[in-house]
């Protein structure tokens, strides 16, 4: 069973940066293809980035391209989303994913308790 234990949310002025974390247990990340989820009050949860097993591949939102990236460091067992240039619209709570098949079926196995991004305008 795998675990992911989200980090790094919080309140930021627009333009800011944040770089949240997703630390991963009870299996390894690069086993996974690992993503970026979020969800904002009254929408639907969506995917901000993905990276693929082999992490070779990465796909992003179109509203976050070329401001977010997604990253893995396999001896930390740990996936992170740098985000910059952030504005009001990026908050939301963001959610660590992790799936075995999900880069070619989108479903993911396991899921984080999420964290809260907060940008002020």
């Known amino acids: 069973q795998v675990q992911l234990v989200e980090s790094g949310g919080g309140l930021v002025q627009a333009g800011g940066s944040l770089r949240l974390s997703c630390a991963a247990s009870?299996?390894?990340?690069?086993?996974?293809?690992m993503a970026w989820f979020r969800q904002a009050p009254g929408k639907e949860r969506n995917l901000v980035a993905a990276?693929?097993?082999?992490?070779?591949?990465?796909r992003y939102a179109d509203s976050v391209k070329g401001r977010f990236t997604i990253s893995r460091d396999d001896a930390k067992n740990t996936v992170y989303l740098q985000m910059n240039s952030l504005k009001p619209d990026d908050t939301a709570v963001y959610y660590c994913?992790?799936?075995?098949?999900?880069w070619g079926t989108g479903a993911y196995d396991y899921w984080g308790q999420g964290t809260q991004v907060t940008v002020s305008s």
């Open positions: 990276r693929s097993r082999s992490g070779y591949s990465t």
């Open positions: 994913a992790a799936g075995v098949t999900a």
């Open positions: 009870g299996g390894s990340s690069s086993s996974y293809t």
